[in-house]
């Protein structure tokens, strides 16, 4: 019997999707943009998640994700309600492999899984480029105050796998908010503006900062979810590297 599934972040959704699975998902976040969700309840954003409409649509497994900030709340509300919870925590692009064969296996599709992630692994090592140096690389997840991706990241291992590196692979943390002087110290080779929750992506305003930089804009569905979206942000900053 195929389980009755709900998601509460969109790089779960992308995962089910990937997996042939969205016809399973009952209830989603408002926010999660995955093909084949149309029939699925949709709960609020993904912080605010209508609890009672998510216990109505009877699901069999909800999947969560503390990849976005605040959900550990969300987390304890869902398991308040009795509900089977799976809840995901990738840092490292390992990590995010692992959650989708978790995924799959928790699914009951745990074939599917691994061969997406050997299919994943393939097209991102065919993306690999040889650098004299490798360019370093500043991903920025907001404009005001600035912050962007430092070194406990998924961004790091993905820059790596371009043949770049994190500027900020020395700075501690998942994300950290920085000063234009410490953007500056970190001697980046391209800015790439991916940020979070923001209805348009406005380069202009991180060119303003007179760092004479490329710019290169990369939606959050491409380097913030944990997710097999991440290749298309990767495609996206291999491309602009070839530019440099």
């Given amino acids: 019997m195929s389980l009755r599934l709900a998601s509460l972040a969109s790089s779960n959704s992308d995962i089910l999707a990937a997996l042939g699975l969205a016809a399973q998902v009952v209830a989603a976040d408002s926010h999660s943009d995955a093909p084949g969700l149309e029939g699925a309840r949709r709960l609020g954003p993904d912080l605010n998640i209508d609890v009672p409409a998510l216990v109505a ?16 709340r969300v987390v304890a ?39 997406l992630v050997a299919d994943l692994r393939a097209e991102l090592a065919a993306l690999r480029a040889d650098f004299a140096r490798p360019p370093r690389v500043l991903v920025e997840w907001w404009p005001r105050p600035i912050i962007a991706a ?23 943390g998942r994300s950290s908010p ?7 110290a970190a001697r980046p080779d391209l800015i790439v503006c991916s940020w979070c929750g923001a209805k348009k992506l406005r380069p202009e305003v991180i060119e303003a900062r007179g760092l ?16 097999p979206r991440l290749l298309e942000g990767a495609r996206a900053v291999a491309s602009a590297l070839a530019g440099l």
């Fill in 212 to 227: 004479g930089v490329p710019v290169v804009c990369v939606p959050e569905s491409g380097l913030g979810r944990p997710g």
């Fill in 150 to 172: 430092t070194r406990e990241s998924w961004v790091t291992e993905l820059l790596g796998a371009l043949g770049a590196e994190n500027a900020l692979a020395e700075r501690p």
């Fill in 77 to 115: 509300e869902v398991r308040a309600a009795g509900l089977p919870t799976l809840v995901l925590d990738p840092v490292t692009l390992e990590d995010t492999w692992a959650d989708i064969r978790a995924i799959g296996d928790a699914a009951g599709q745990p074939a599917r899984a691994r061969a």
């Fill in 57 to 72: 649509a009877r699901p069999d497994l909800v999947l969560a994700s503390l990849s976005v900030p605040g959900m550990e």
């Fill in 178 to 184: 920085l000063t234009l002087d410490e953007v500056r």
